[in-house]
């Protein structure tokens, strides 16, 4: 049934992961959960714990390989017919997170679901402020909004793939820029019309 795969780097993925296990056994689906660490010099103690939870795997690679590798290789990893991609410094908002998304599965025809991402209203530390401004401007749009131009408003950082429209479009290996391999691996969806 479902394929959960979260690149980490430096952050504490755990609860993110515990509540997304949760979710899964509430809804009585199949289920992985594959985490695997970029390299990380930080939060290994609290990742370690990851693999104590039922349908969880985690795997600490022993040099960083980039946002757009890991990707695919998390998608080698796997399982099942269904690939939900996750930032790990995500979280979800709701407890229906999952089921929303089997919902999708079980009745909509479309291959991938790109879901939003909403940021605090509060102000983060001053190292964090930049991202968290760019981020409720650029990133934080409705669902409406984003239906109307879905290759526009697309990010990577929250969607659901049937593996095989994944393992046509693929994410660009050659870029190592942050933010490039999104824009990239849009335009192979869109060449496919496939997003939802």
């Known amino acids: 049934m479902l394929s959960i795969l979260i690149p980490i780097y430096n952050y504490n993925a755990y609860p993110l992961i515990e509540e997304l296990q949760k979710q899964c056994i509430e809804c009585k689906i199949d289920f992985e959960i594959i985490c695997m660490d970029d390299a990380s010099t930080e939060f290994k103690s609290n990742n370690d714990l990851i693999p104590l939870l039922t349908n969880c795997f985690f795997a600490t690679l ?3 390989i980039g946002r757009s590798k890991i990707r695919n290789l998390l998608a080698t990893k796997s399982k099942y017919d ?10 979800t908002e709701s407890s229906q997170y999952i089921p929303n ?3 999708q599965i079980n009745t909509s025809t479309k291959a991938s679901f790109f879901g939003g991402i909403k940021y605090s209203k509060n102000k983060p530390n001053p190292d964090q402020l930049l991202r ?4 409720r401007k650029r990133e934080a749009i409705a669902l409406q909004e984003r239906i109307k131009e879905p290759y526009k ?3 990577v950082s929250n969607f659901l793939i049937k593996r095989t429209v994944f393992e046509s479009a693929l994410f660009d290996e050659k870029i190592r820029s942050y933010g490039y391999e999104d824009f990239s691996f849009i335009q192979s969806l869109k060449k496919l019309d496939s997003i939802s």
């Open 62 to 64: 022993p040099q960083n």
């Open 153 to 155: 408003t697309s990010f």
């Open 82 to 91: 269904w690939l939900l991609f996750l930032d790990c410094d995500t979280f």
């Open 101 to 103: 998304y089997i919902k």
């Open 132 to 135: 968290w401004v760019y981020g």
